[in-house]
């Protein structure tokens, strides 16, 4: 069922696993006890960061499926996507998967795409079974982005450290929970910031109006959820965040952001926090969905935010659009509108 | 209904509108009657190539738009993609249109994912109205994958000609046709070619493998289908896919190539044909579509192939995997099988 822009699943798709892997910085976060894996070789023992994201990728893959209990072969599709350009991270993995590939291209909102779509797939009865994945490397985002790591280049406080990791999720038809309720696929914003080092002001507004939008269509209530998860705001886009969202009669007590909740900033020298398109994958896979399962939550808004630039858009001076993806999850199935309450 | 990887839709939704935008060289070709609109400007005004691949992207779908009389609001999402690293020919593009934008990275086999999808959300009832479009620009991509224009390397014989040109398709729960009969979404395959003057190659095994995967999940026959399309393979890539698919037992004697018929290789001195995320998009539209809704055409397979390198993969000495996405289309809704016949 539509509801303006948001999709309302009659029959939600349950996700039946979840994996996510981290490394060295990940694994001396707050986070690190939820990670399935954390591999702190930053090259995996590979020649390129490129190779060793995907092998993050792989490894993500194969604790998803094995949690699951699946073969490769049960899972109709794979929705996936990452910030290498081409999407080799994703692409370079799929190789050693025989099964179908839908490669996104979201940046940093990948993941809440990748679950939207599966989730669409899954409810429509296309696919039995489809997983989201996506990832980033810290060394191969830096190079590509911004600069060479060898440079040595000054970190500006608005500045956001990619996560080096990745998280999958597989979801189903029918299982425990948790669930996908709904989806809202987001608008491209943009509010004309041009700094490659602010990512957070850059991805706000489209935040800001994929969670407006998700509220007018439904008529929910803020309060009614547990959480109310962005990508990788981080400090500068957090705040603004707020901010846009107050401008437009929303008033939120429960937002938390997963590049504020992956790394400390106080003794991890992230400066506004963590970002990337695994950040959201993996704080999802590693934190909300546990959460979910395991009764300590019942139901959060789950959004992925994505800065659309390239280098080559960013060396010729244009500015930087944003686009949100944002997912509503419960850990069951009893009416949405009431907080709690397992299946 | 799945047939193994084959979704065949119960409902196949309707091709409502498509449109084509083409180049200079695609105006000096075969389908230049064929194009809605010829810009044979190739900076469309604008200061960089990239910004013009953008233009060519809004003037399609505004196109798209304007034969389907819709406007953009009417539009549940835009499922698009192209070659310039981040996709942002297309993200850019969606700056200037208020509706939500699912981005995918196929490389060129993106409009046949995007048909694909789009189609699935439409008939699994998530939206009314989607769009799927791909675009490509010849000098952003050589720059970007190959060399520099300026550096005038001499082109090998199995290189290929990036389109400059984009093509969009909007589909719909209901309508005239053409129809969308069916999607076999594609799996990755790598036959270990590093060549990236040669594309077709490397795309070939891809397209042999969902093909052959098409007929076997459908039991269909190739002589039903009055041609089957592959997006980009070329001269080179054209000979392989039919080697390879004799080997795996099918023959084809209706098999066409957009690469081979957007250009003519006898005096426009294109090597082994056209290619680009373009190439396929555009000639679907103005050149596929068109034939089944006149009735030139009754049924056709229409595929996209993709390459999934980048420029840092392939410095980095990696082999070029492959990837094809199919989709089956009809004129009419007369039963499957039977050639002929519109509704």
């Known amino acids: 069922m539509r509801k ?22 990940e694994s001396e976060g707050p986070l690190s006890e939820a990670f399935d894996m954390l591999i702190t070789d930053t090259r995996c023992g590979e020649k390129t960061w490129e190779k060793a994201e995907s092998d993050f990728v792989r490894c993500c893959l194969e604790t998803a499926l094995k949690k699951a209990r699946l073969e490769p072969g049960a899972l109709n599709a794979v929705f996936a996507g990452d910030l290498q350009c081409q999407c080799t991270a994703s692409a370079y993995t ?42 980033s490397h810290f060394c191969a985002a830096e190079r590509q982005f911004r600069t060479p790591l060898d440079y040595g280049g000054k970190r500006t406080p608005t500045a956001q ?25 987001g608008r491209v914003r ?10 957070g002001a850059a991805m706000a507004p489209a935040a800001c109006e994929t969670i407006v939008r998700y509220f007018s269509d439904t008529g929910e209530d803020p309060a009614h959820f547990d959480a109310i998860y962005t990508g990788d705001l981080g400090m500068v886009g957090s705040t603004l965040l ?6 437009a009669g929303l008033k939120l007590n429960n937002h938390k952001d997963c590049g504020l909740i992956v790394y400390d900033r106080e003794s991890q020298n992230v400066q506004a926090g963590g970002s990337g ?3 959201s994958a993996a704080v999802l896979c590693c934190h909300v969905l546990p959460a979910l399962r395991e009764g300590r939550m019942s139901r959060v808004l789950f959004l992925s935010t994505g800065a659309l630039m390239s280098q080559t ?15 509503e999850l419960s850990s069951g199935l009893t009416r949405p509108g009431v907080k709690g309450g397992a299946a």
Chains 1, 2 share one sequence.
């Open 94 to 135: 799929m190789r050693g998967f025989d099964v179908p590939y839908l490669g996104l291209y979201g940046a940093c909102s990948t993941m809440a795409e990748g679950m939207g779509l599966a989730s669409c797939m899954v409810a429509g009865g296309h696919m039995r079974h489809a997983a989201a994945m996506s990832s």
């Open 4 to 25: 303006g822009d948001t999709i309302v699943f009659d029959k939600p798709p349950c996700v039946l696993s979840y994996a996510a892997v981290g490394g060295k910085k």
């Open 313 to 327: 858009t960013f060396l010729q001076g244009e500015s930087i659009p944003g686009i949100a993806h944002l997912i």
């Open 161 to 185: 450290w990619t996560v080096t990791g990745a998280g999958t999720a597989i979801l189903a038809q029918e299982g425990e929970g948790p669930y996908v309720r709904a989806a809202t696929f």
């Open 277 to 279: 398109a695994g950040c």
């Open 190 to 199: 943009d509010y004309d910031i041009t700094d490659i080092n602010n990512m």
């Open 242 to 247: 707020l901010q846009l969202l107050e401008q």
